[in-house]
């Protein structure tokens, strides 16, 4: 199964000027954090909000700035994968601005919105959907319809429902957040937001066509605006190469994902799961051109990133283990490949629901392997539920 990487928008809490005292140190220690997160630099603001967190501590426990300062340290936690330390973050700075500003106060909805992020990128998909929606109700009556905030919540509903399988739900909210973000200007960088979880929905139905100017553009706008070495670059690298592999284009695509490995190693640390994303990618690609043992090095430095990172139980764990099996069925090895099957396919019923199309996937690759192995009767139980699970999502 090939890793698809869309843009899902965690917010940053917009900070106003320092005041005399005490304040100045938070208030640099803010700043400062804030442009190297908006540089890739992940490692430098961890720092410098770890250091506003401090001084913030020192405010009273219910002030707002101490939920601003959890908000953004949580913000560059989510940015390098340690999910288990934002969330506690996200959960505290929402209590203190719900009860300080009220339910309703944009800041709120930005918690929401962060929290709903943490909870997708664990794969809680039914906390995640209605922080998004109660985030977004926020943002469409205190900041009004076609404020850059409603764009991005529409992104990141766009994206849950996108895992979900529920593409007419998830293109209709993409189009409507590009016309948002288009207000920006054509080269702003919510647009490329926009334009890649568009060309990503285009993508998982088979509509390359469609997709492929989208994520061109998308990747044009960030090498201008971020920089060519920018984590954002190589996600556009990384979803533009896989692209060009659905359509059989490998030597477009290799190179494109060798540049995206080595900007996300150096900007993020090579246990990232943005780099195992990767590996993943390149592994792939590699076992296409039958190239078995790359292939097999880099699936088992991806699936270990993941479950260090995400945990034993995260849907790209499943991803991982499905690939990894895909490998060794390729080879013949069809007693390795039996339990990572089960496992992924355990994993993505756990945590994505009995009628997901990665479970059908699943079923069918698992029954794939039971015909090589002589298993026939097996073999037609799993393509039985996978065609269910298809005719069921043929009507979404």
Request: hydrophobic share 40%; with cysteine.
């Amino acid at each position: 199964m090939k890793k698809l990487t869309l843009c899902a928008c965690a917010l940053l809490l917009a900070l106003p000027l320092g005041s005399a005292g005490q304040d100045d140190t938070w208030d640099t220690h803010m700043q400062v954090a804030a442009k190297m997160y908006h540089r890739g630099n992940y490692a430098e603001a961890e720092k410098l909000w770890v250091a506003a967190l401090r001084q913030a501590e020192k405010f009273g426990p219910h002030d707002p700035r101490l939920a601003d300062t959890l908000n953004n340290l949580a913000l560059v936690y989510d940015a390098q994968g340690s999910y288990a330390k934002a969330e506690p973050l996200y959960e505290r700075a929402f209590t203190i601005w719900e009860k300080a500003l009220g339910p309703a106060h944009p800041n709120v909805a930005t918690s929401l919105n962060n929290l709903g992020l943490v909870y997708h990128a664990q794969g809680k998909y039914a906390k995640a959907e209605p922080l998004y929606k109660r985030a977004l109700t926020i943002w469409e009556k205190t900041l009004g319809p076609a404020h850059p905030h409603v764009a991005r919540s529409l992104n990141n509903l766009a994206l849950l429902y996108r895992t979900l399988g529920e593409y007419i739900k998830a293109e209709l909210l993409c189009k409507r957040a590009l016309r948002i973000s288009e207000m920006l200007g054509p080269a702003h960088a919510d647009v490329a937001t926009s334009l890649t979880n568009l060309a990503g929905v285009y993508r998982a139905q088979g509509k390359y066509r469609e997709a492929e100017p989208l994520y061109e553009r998308a990747l044009k706008i960030h090498e201008q605006a971020l920089g060519p070495t920018h984590p954002h670059v190589a996600r556009d690298l990384n979803n533009l190469a896989l692209l060009y592999q659905a359509q059989g284009k490998f030597i477009k695509a290799q190179p494109l994902y060798k540049r995206a490995l080595a900007i996300r190693q150096k900007a993020l640390g090579s246990a990232h799961p943005r780099v195992a994303t990767s590996l993943n990618n390149l592994a792939l690609l590699y076992r296409i051109q039958g190239k078995y043992t790359e292939a097999e090095e880099l699936y088992n430095r991806a699936l270990t990133i993941r479950e260090t990172a995400l945990g034993g139980d995260h849907p790209r764990v499943g991803t991982g283990l499905n690939n990894l099996a895909e490998l060794y069925v390729a080879q013949g090895k069809y007693t390795e490949a039996e339990p990572l099957y089960k496992r992924a396919l355990a994993i993505w019923e756990n945590a994505l629901g009995q009628i997901h199309p990665s479970v059908a996937t699943g079923l069918e690759n698992y029954g794939d392997l039971l015909r090589k192995m002589n298993r026939p009767t097996e073999a037609a139980a799993m393509e039985a539920r996978a065609k269910t699970i298809w005719a069921e999502q043929s009507k979404r």
